[in-house]
């Protein structure tokens, strides 16, 4: 793998979810997965809000370009916001040499999670079965372990600071979710 391929390609995009899809199969180290530098920050950024613009593209249009829009752009100062108040929290905490080693790997499990979790809701939308949100059960559980296991191991503080900073990235996600949610409603079907 290429650390230094920063770019944007759906094929590249693709070799991200799948070495990430390893690391939370525990096939793959962090280290050695990802580049740990600022240019994996933003990679990982805009991969977060292309993977939105694809999960949100359908309900998006039915719901007015400008509720897509809107999406993108909250999706993005949400992240942005999140990787700098992770930074505060790091730099505050002694652990600036850890800061990128924790980040990236952390965005691309969101990344993950966010891209199959909107395949899900979806197939939802496109079949009406609200049932089929069942499938995401699991890929919560699977990504919440995983990304707490990124803040334990990647930044040696145990699991309490792992929980703490996972958290913090459940209010930032779940803020988000009730502000596009209280300005629009998507129908099912």
């Not at 995009?13 to 920050?41: H, I, N």
């Not at 999670?113 to 919560?140: A, M, R, S």
């Amino acid at each position: 793998m290429n650390e230094t391929d920063y770019s944007l390609s759906p094929g590249r995009l693709m070799d991200l979810v799948k070495q990430t899809l390893l690391v939370m199969l525990g096939r793959r180290p962090f280290s050695g997965t990802y580049a740990f530098d600022a240019a994996a920050v933003w990679q990982a950024i805009w991969a977060s809000v292309i993977f939105t613009l694809v999960v949100s593209l359908y309900p998006g249009l039915k719901s007015g370009v400008g509720i897509l829009m809107a999406n993108l752009i909250l999706q993005l100062l949400a992240v942005v916001l999140m990787v700098l108040l992770f930074m505060m929290i790091l730099r505050t905490a002694g652990l600036e040499g850890r800061i990128f080693a924790f980040v990236v790997p952390f965005l691309w499990v969101e990344n993950v999670q966010h891209l199959f979790g909107g395949i899900v809701q979806n197939l939802v939308i496109i079949t009406g079965d609200g049932t089929l949100l069942i499938l995401i059960t699991p890929l919560i559980f699977w990504s919440v372990y995983w990304l707490w296991r990124i803040g334990r191991d990647q930044l040696g503080r145990g699991g309490w600071f792992a929980t703490g900073l996972l958290f913090l990235s459940f209010v930032i996600d779940a803020g988000l979710f009730m502000f596009v949610q209280s300005r629009a409603q998507v129908p099912l079907g």
